[in-house]
């Protein structure tokens, strides 16, 4: 609530606009929780009615069988044949309106008496009461047994049933005992309940005949058994009563399973309606089934709603007269703030020149804005002197900022070249030792090689070809050590004329290391394209390819295949050759990969130095070129070597 004109339209507006509504609102929660509790109580009413008939037919049938059973001319009946008796009780049954009606000697009850009611008259009591007759039972009266049988509809929201039809017949139970001149026996007798559309109209027309309710149309009436509709007049259409559609779970576990009387509002077949289901018990006292009133809730819920909006229009109208009056009389309060809030909007974004001006008017709020102009124009002269000096602030930060980012990118520089010069120092130290070592033996072997040729003079033809090898491993190991010695201090290098033929090289590196794997299960597979000399030395490049072979067949453990594949690669506008050594061993370690190159950097621990791919890298950025390590998608690692093309001369 930032806007004085929302604060003083509240101020004004609260009472007529929160209270009137609130209060409104809290009458017509009332009025309409009374008026619910009155269609609660017009419904219980009603269900007391229907009740009462239904008592009133038990009443009745039991009183209509006892007299029977007390008369003389029934007994004039027990004493005469058969038939005599069957023609009298058919009589009987009609006039009385009974839908079965029969007697049994004491005798001959047999299945019957596990009847309550006929326990009861065995016992000389009159009884009466609801029952459920079974199918098999039902079928002993063939007049009733069609009458019984209801199919079944799929109602939704009722529990879930695999029951296409209720053939159990809900019947108005009644026995009265029998003495008279020496025959003992009960009169049994009943009304059959399903589809007894008398019955369910007659409670009809008692509670709905008056208008309050919308009159006998509106008002409806239902005997169920169990769940299921066995007499109503509710409609599924204009005049297809509703039989074999059931009640919702929610009723049937309220009414059957806890055995309360539900007195509320329910969806009964296609509408809502203010429902009453009173439970019903037969003779062993269990629940079999509901009784239910009720009346159409719309025509209520449209006179509620009809009062809401009566009571909303008349808010509407109090209110629309009264904001513009309210309106009207704040505008010359509104105008002059509302002035200074665009100024103050306009300063927000960096125009400081905004003013209020004139803001017709002399009273305070006039006085306001013309302080607040003034107080503009000092903020406007200091902005402008601190921008001065922002200016000259920022210009010596950015001059501070440049020397510290140099400063920085030298001293990074010289920790980095620190770090180089004293690897290389440590290896001077090394490669000298080594050297010396290295080139002792060596002479020693190659003056006894040269003692083995005059010694044998003539006859060293047969070897001939394996001295000459001796002669060119000692010239390598010669020119090793001294690359070794230059590591420390590289120098450029300058190729031969010619250059040097890589696929020819391979094939020399191969024969070289034999020892390494001949009796390792390695293959070693070479693909070569058309390609131009290289320009290094031989003896370097047969260095470098000679250690990556080694690692290679070293990491795949004696068992894989070592793929060696050498094409014409151009490089930033620069022929050139490229040359890769793939193998299928396991790869390299991610910790690993960003050291691999760094000198004395190895993963076989007192195995190696960790300088061979160290000097390689050296030998080949002497060359121009350019040494890469990866792994493979599938497995195992890539040594990728570019080397420039021999130019033409």
Not at 105 to 129: D, I
Not at 301 to 319: D, E, G, I, P, Q
Not at 543 to 559: C, E, F, R, W
């Amino acid at each position: 609530m930032n806007s004085v004109r929302l604060k003083l339209l509240v101020l004004a507006l609260a009472p007529l606009v929160v209270l009137l509504p609130l209060l409104m609102l809290l009458a017509m929660t009332r009025w309409t929780s009374d008026y619910d509790e009155l269609l609660i109580a017009k419904v219980d009413s009603d269900l007391r009615i229907a009740e009462q008939y239904l008592g009133r037919i038990l009443a009745g049938t039991g009183a209509g069988i006892a007299a029977i059973a007390d008369s003389r001319t029934f007994q004039f009946a027990l004493t005469g044949p058969a038939e005599t008796r069957a023609a009298y009780l058919e009589q009987q049954r009609i006039q009385q309106a009974l839908d079965f009606l029969y007697y049994l000697p004491a005798t001959q009850t047999g299945e019957a008496q596990r009847w309550p009611v006929v326990q009861a008259a065995l016992g000389g009591q009159l009884s009466s009461q609801i029952d459920i007759f079974p199918a098999d039972t039902i079928a002993n009266f063939p007049a009733l047994a069609e009458r019984a049988r209801v199919d079944l509809i799929e109602t939704e929201a009722a529990v879930p049933t695999d029951r296409v039809v209720e053939d159990r017949g809900m019947v108005v139970h009644t026995a009265a005992p029998v003495d008279l001149l020496g025959h003992q026996g009960v009169l049994i007798g009943g009304i059959l309940l399903n589809k007894n559309l008398d019955f369910i109209d007659t409670i009809n027309a008692l509670v709905y005949l008056n208008a309050a309710t919308g009159g006998e149309r509106q008002g409806t009436a239902t005997l169920f058994l169990e769940d299921v509709r066995v007499s109503t007049n509710v409609r599924l259409f204009e005049d297809v009563r509703a039989l074999g559609t059931r009640v919702s779970a929610e009723v049937r576990a309220a009414v059957l399973d806890q055995g309360r009387t539900w007195l509320d509002r329910a969806f009964v077949v296609n509408d809502w309606y203010i429902s009453g289901y009173l439970p019903l018990s037969d003779s062993f006292g269990n629940r079999v089934g509901m009784l239910y009133v009720g009346f159409l809730e719309a025509p209520f819920a449209n006179a509620k709603r009809s009062a809401y909006l009566t009571m909303l229009a008349a808010m509407v109208a109090v209110l629309a007269l009264s904001i513009p009056l309210f309106l009207r009389m704040a505008r010359g309060i509104f105008s002059p703030l509302e002035r200074m809030t665009k100024t103050m909007k306009r300063v927000e974004h960096g125009d400081l020149s905004a003013r209020n001006g004139s803001v017709g008017s002399k009273d305070e709020i006039s006085q306001v804005a013309t302080h607040l102009d003034t107080l503009l124009d000092q903020v406007q002269e200091r902005d402008q002197a601190l921008r001065s000096w922002a200016e000259e602030l920022n210009d010596r930060v950015d001059r501070r900022t440049s020397e510290l980012r140099d400063a920085n990118e030298k001293l990074e520089e010289t920790f980095q070249q620190l770090v180089l010069s004293e690897k290389l120092a440590s290896i001077g130290e090394i490669t000298a030792g080594v050297a010396h070592e290295i080139n002792n033996p060596v002479a020693v072997i190659q003056g006894n090689v040269d003692v083995v040729r005059q010694t044998l003079g003539p006859d060293a033809a047969c070897v001939e070809t394996e001295l000459n090898l001796i002669d060119k491993q000692v010239q390598r190991i010669d020119g090793i050590v001294g690359k070794l010695l230059q590591f420390a201090r590289p120098t450029e290098f300058s190729a031969s004329g010619e250059g040097t033929s890589l696929e020819m090289l391979v094939d020399d590196c191969k024969s070289l290391i034999t020892h390494v794997h001949p009796q390792q299960n390695v293959q070693i597979v070479a693909q070569f394209k058309a390609a131009p000399n290289v320009a290094i030395n031989a003896g370097e490049m047969q260095q470098v390819l000679v250690n990556l072979m080694v690692n290679a067949i070293q990491a795949m453990g004696g068992d894989g295949q070592l793929d060696i594949r050498v094409k014409p690669v151009p490089r930033n506008e620069i022929d050139g050759v490229e040359l890769s050594v793939s193998d299928t061993g396991p790869g390299i370690d991610a910790d690993h990969m960003k050291r691999v190159f760094d000198p004395f950097h190895t993963t076989k621990l007192g195995e190696g130095t960790g300088l061979g791919l160290s000097i390689s890298q050296t030998l080949i950025q002497q060359a121009g070129g350019h040494i890469s390590a990866r792994n493979q998608p599938t497995g195992g690692a890539v040594f990728t070597v570019w080397i420039p093309a021999v130019k033409d001369t």
